[in-house]
């Protein structure tokens, strides 16, 4: 019984190792959706605990989305990318205690469009599904994805063509968002 439990752990994290870079940036997007929508749907809701778990489970997603550029990286789109999650980072705390949904959906517009210049570059540049990554019951494990975005050179693939910033154009990774929330 414990032989098979261990070995279904040391599968299910060989399996997570093979998950693309490009296809987990993608993962935490799709993920801190959810979550920024769970929030606003707890302080609509009138429950704490909801839009707190989420808001904090947001957060740390979007730190790990952060901590996922490259510290080498000066390019354009790496200091736009780096200001644009500080000024969501700055903000979003704050709805704990403001209650305010319009920063929420603000911050999800900005990371709506975002996954969708991903998924218009990085992804298709290096051929990754676009598949959602969630299972039958329209839940993925984020906490897999943060511990594995981290371990992991996100901007650059291990194999094959190097993905950096500058492969896209300046433009579609701005495309048009606003630093300040």
Request: hydrophobic share 45%.
């Amino acid at each position: 019984m414990v032989g098979q439990k261990a070995l279904d752990a040391y599968r299910t994290t060989e399996k997570q190792g093979e998950i693309s870079p490009v296809k987990l940036i993608h993962m935490l997007y799709e993920r801190v959706l959810v979550h920024l929508a769970l929030a606003e749907e707890g302080i609509r809701e009138q429950a704490p605990k909801k839009r707190g778990e989420n808001l904090g489970k947001a957060i740390a997603i979007i730190t790990e989305l952060q901590a996922s550029i490259k510290s080498e990286d000066h390019s354009e789109a790496a200091r736009f990318l780096r200001g644009l999650y500080g000024a969501i980072l700055a903000e979003l705390p704050r709805v704990s205690i403001s209650q305010d949904v319009k920063v929420l959906r603000q911050a999800r517009s900005y990371l709506e469009r975002l996954k969708q210049i991903w998924e218009e570059t990085a992804m298709r540049e290096s051929a990754v599904e676009l598949n959602s990554t969630n299972d039958a019951a329209g839940a993925v494990d984020e906490e897999v994805a943060v511990k594995a975005a981290a371990a992991s050179p996100i901007v650059a693939p291990r194999a094959g063509k190097r993905l950096d910033y500058e492969v896209s154009q300046p433009q579609m990774a701005a495309g048009g968002l606003s630093v300040s929330i």
